[in-house]
């Protein structure tokens, strides 16, 4: 499971507790910490398109620390990091008035909480102070907005590159798909070569297997306690990840019959993270060399939520790969890099059946063509693959209980803040701030 922006606020506001119950020995650092907490509070805010201007009078921070407020610096500083790394599409979620004051309140209310430390480490009738009193104020008026507490919807579901670190077995797969399903970022996609891509088949095909294996072995666990609709979308997941392996042999055979280079073995990144995975894998379903029994794999409830997070990680980076094989083929096959054989050519163009000549006597047997229509069959089975295994990627979302907005389905980020967006007060007659319980 990845960690959320609902999940680090959480583990925000929690430090922020502990730091209000410590004190400082040394007023200097509480104040050069107060400062970074007050930097990272506005750079955060700046992702929520709200300006906190009280945050101009203090100036630069002197870095990050290990004490208390420093410590919440980093914590609030998180929470801004995600959000700047949101791809186009899942940034679409800071444009809802509702939840850009929900998250508001909730970062000013997390800030709030720290100020009282550093309330208790400055001297009244000094600029600190009044630097402080202004800032409490402004972060007092943000904290109470969200007089609807309508929570966060879709902003808390928006999640971290990568699924959150553990040291079991199960949830290392997840982190090694993930890191498989990167592994080929910086590799450009025409510098790939039909062997590379000829391994990367592999890969989804060997990925297909063992998503089923894993989805069968749930479903055919006694304790695991599914009701009828997880047990249906567990049938639906198999039936498309099997569709979606057949799709990919059919890419496996295509690749015999349109060529960019020789036979060999792949030295492209993905195939290394990918050994690893397989290996992450076989410590799950077979640590001993043979298949553990459905009871053993999947002994309880906790156990298959566990697999079935591991599903959905394996199910979404196959389709990742699987969507970058989609861009690299079109790429080879507009820049006329794939070979066809040349009696496949004549079939369609009599050009190519040109008699020898004195300087040419011999036809070569496989020819360049960037005409799509020699491709027809690599690419539709392609496609199927890909839509299958989204089918599939959406069934195991559903099981897992994963938002859409937890996958960026684009790694672009523009690095650069939306406008600020002023929301005007959404208090209605009769309806006030109400404190809640945390």
């Known amino acids: 499971m990845r960690a959320t922006y609902e999940d680090l606020l959480r583990v925000a506001r929690r430090i922020a507790v502990e730091a209000a119950q410590t004190k400082y020995k040394n007023r200097s650092e509480a104040v050069d910490d107060w400062k970074a907490v007050v930097a990272a509070t506005a750079n955060h805010l700046r992702w929520l398109r709200h300006d906190l201007r009280a945050a101009r009078l203090y100036g630069e921070s002197v870095g ?8 919440l610096a980093q914590a609030i500083g998180a929470g801004g990091d995600l959000l700047a790394t949101q791809d186009a599409v899942n940034a679409r979620v800071l444009d809802d008035p509702t939840n850009l004051t929900s998250a508001r309140a909730e970062v000013a209310a997390i800030a709030l909480i720290g100020a009282d430390t550093a309330m208790s480490n400055t001297r009244s009738r000094t600029a600190e102070r009044r630097r402080l009193v202004r800032m409490l104020a402004a972060l007092e008026k943000l904290a109470t907005s969200d007089v609807r507490r ?3 919807g879709d902003l808390g579901r928006l999640s971290v590159g990568a699924p959150a670190a553990a040291d079991d077995d199960v949830s290392i797969i997840s982190r090694h798909a993930a890191r498989w399903e990167r592994a080929e970022d910086t590799v450009a996609l025409d510098a790939l070569l039909t062997r590379d891509l000829r391994a990367a088949t592999a890969q989804v095909r060997t990925i297909c297997g063992y998503v089923w294996h894993l989805a069968d072995m749930v479903a055919a666990s006694s304790s695991t306690e599914l009701d009828a609709r997880q047990v249906l979308d567990l049938n639906v997941l198999k039936q498309a990840v099997r569709a979606a392996e057949a799709g990919a042999l059919r890419v496996a055979q295509s690749w015999r019959r349109r060529l960019s280079d020789l036979n060999g073995f792949t030295g492209t990144p993905s195939e290394a993270a990918f050994l690893e995975l397989r290996a992450a894998l076989d410590r799950v379903v077979r640590p001993d060399g043979r298949l553990l029994e459905p009871g053993a794999l999947v002994p309880g409830r906790t156990a298959a939520y566990r ?17 970058r094989q989609q861009r690299a083929v079109s790429a080879l096959v507009a820049q006329g890099r794939l070979f066809v054989p040349r009696e496949e050519l004549i079939r369609t163009d009599l050009r190519y059946l040109r008699p020898p000549t004195e300087t040419r ?11 799509p229509a020699f491709f027809a069959e690599l690419t ?17 979302r559903r099981l897992a209980g994963t938002s859409h907005e937890a996958r960026p389905a684009r790694r672009e980020s523009s690095r650069e803040p939306a406008p600020y967006l002023e929301i005007p007060d959404a208090a209605e007659p009769g309806q006030q701030p109400v404190d809640l319980d945390r």
């Open 64 to 71: 990050q620390s290990d004490r208390p407020l420093g410590r």
């Open 307 to 323: 697999l079935l997070d591991a599903v959905d990680e394996l199910v979404w980076s196959a389709e990742q790969v699987g969507r």
């Open 361 to 371: 006597l011999l036809n070569a047997r496989w020819l360049r063509t960037n005409q």
């Open 150 to 152: 309508g929570g966060l």
């Open 380 to 396: 539709m089975s392609l496609a199927w693959s890909v839509d299958h295994l989204a089918v599939a990627s959406r069934f195991a």
